[in-house]
């Protein structure tokens, strides 16, 4: 394999380097290999982040070395378009990137940006989220299972107040819960939703659900994570691969069926997929995330 090649893709020429370059040393995975994921779901993860203000996740020399979250679309050619948003602290626009196309995300890859990260809006109007998302997050010894379990006590607390949901792993320890709204609802009532939901559920189970960052009280508890509904924050995507292993590992979708029967088998790592097994799920099932770019719901007592 050489370490360098130029291709075309959706009409842009692309020079990609350091092709033979190891980023997950331990099992020995390719900078090829990943832009290879990435190409081939493109089409699937590309409705989940398009329009969307990215953080990019980049780890220029792999996941053993350093990484920094980039937020102004460092060196970007000039056809690949960008996000401009106010930043108040800042006192001027961040140049977010837009992955709009196969193209772009190929040339975020190249660029050593393993993993995914939009906002919760669709530029431009940034105020207004699409869904609720709960990142649920154990302390050891809690770990995946017990994410799980939290994750399950979740949805059957929002389909209460008449949410649907959908799920999947975060890639590592925790699980995401998803409720879309795609109708009017601020980030202030939706963040102040979804705190009063984490809230309720750690005063109602105290020892095993935390609503607060603190990590003295984390030990052996999943903290229900209410604050990335926020104007500024960003979630990783479904789809995105993820660099906290030492194999790459994919924020994949999951049905709830799935999550319970994991929990039932003791299976934490049924819930860690690969590159090639989520490339598989997507040819057997095809989107299980899909809903949550078209199922409408009003936030409640919006």
Known sequence: MASEATVEVGGRELRLTGLRRVLFPVTGVTKAAVLDYYARIAPTLLPHIRGRAMTLK???????????????????PDWLPTAPMWSDRKGEDIAFCRIDDTASLIWAVDQGSLEMHPLLSVAPDFDTPTALAFDLDPGEPAGLLEAAEIALVLRDMLAGVGLRTWVKSSGSRGVQVYAPLNSPAGFASAK?????????????????????????????????DWSQNDRH???????????KLARPTVSIPLTWAELEQALDRGRPDALLV???????RVGDHG????????????????
Not at 207 to 224: C, E, S, W, Y
Request: hydrophobic content about 40%; aromatic content about 6%; proline content about 9%.
């Open 287 to 302: 989107d299980l995330f899909a809903p949550v770019l078209t199922c409408v719901q009003p936030l409640p007592g919006g």
């Open 58 to 76: 980049r780890y220029p020399g792999g996941v053993a070395g350093p990484h920094f979250y980039d937020k102004h679309c460092a060196g970007r």
């Open 274 to 280: 690969g590159p090639e097994e989520a490339l598989e």
């Open 192 to 224: 102040a939703f979804a705190r009063s939901v984490a809230e309720l559920m750690a005063a109602r189970m105290p020892d095993r659900v935390v609503a607060r960052m603190d990590k003295r009280l984390r030990p052996g508890k999943v903290l229900v």
């Open 233 to 243: 924050k960003s979630t990783v995507a479904a789809y995105s691969l993820r660099a």
